[in-house]
């Protein structure tokens, strides 16, 4: 189903009913330097998720990935992931619904314990990258990937779709919201740390991360510039960059 897809300024959208990966378009645009540009398409066949792990993302979601101006260093763009989960939170419950952000990047639904140790149902994911420099980003781009108006059997388990919590929505209007919510975001970007704070479902819990190299069990605590986790472990803190985390059940 084609859609009106036209976004306020300063954004162009190149729409496209299915494509393979939006974030592998934005990347060929990225590339060639184009900025503020929001590829968007109603279906991919190939997209992907963190770590090369697969995205399903039938007809009906939001799939977009939008090339930003990065005006920060390499350093901080776990920022910008932390930033862009608020932002998606900020346009589910815009439209009704209660999504909360589990680290570093999942926007899920529902009451945590209750759904399994897997951590509520997944609603959402980011998958940001960039090229550049330490000191220099020279692009960034922002994957957003919303469950919207898709049947829930058209999704892998532990998955849910706005549709399923609330109805169908206007894809156009909750795009709009979550780019509009990320660009106040990173232009005050001393605030992301809190609204991230503000949303969590991780913070308080006892997690498990899986770093790749070693898994880390404790009570998650806080997140640190650039979006790091810390969790209290029996044999004191640890500070983890990147990883997977599984909600435990609360101690
Ligand atoms: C993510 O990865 O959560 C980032 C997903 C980003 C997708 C967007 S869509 C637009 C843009 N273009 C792309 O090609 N990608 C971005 P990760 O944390 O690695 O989670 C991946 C895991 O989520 C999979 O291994 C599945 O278990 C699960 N999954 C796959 N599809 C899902 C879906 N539609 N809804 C919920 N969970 C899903």
Redesign the pocket.
Known sequence: AAIEYGLDAPYTVEYHDSI?????R?RELAADGDRDVVVV?DE?T??????D?????PSG?I???AVLQPSLPAAHVPLVTLAAGVAVVDACRSVGVEATLKWP??VLVGDDTADSQRGGL??????TEMEGEADRVSWLLV???L?AN?DGDA??A???SLREQVGDVDRRAVLQTTLESLSTLLDASETVLDRWREYSSTLGREVRVDTGREQITGRAVDVRFPGALVIDTDSGEEVVHAG?CEHLRPA
Do not use: C, E, H, M
Request: hydrophobic share 40%.
């Open positions: 393979g990966s939006t974030n592998d934005a398409a991919q190939g997209s992907r998720g963190r770590l792990r697969s995205w399903v993302a979601g799939w977009a990935s990047n999942d997944k609603l959402a994911g980011i998958l994957g957003i990937g469950n898709i999704l892998p532990g998955a849910t997977d």
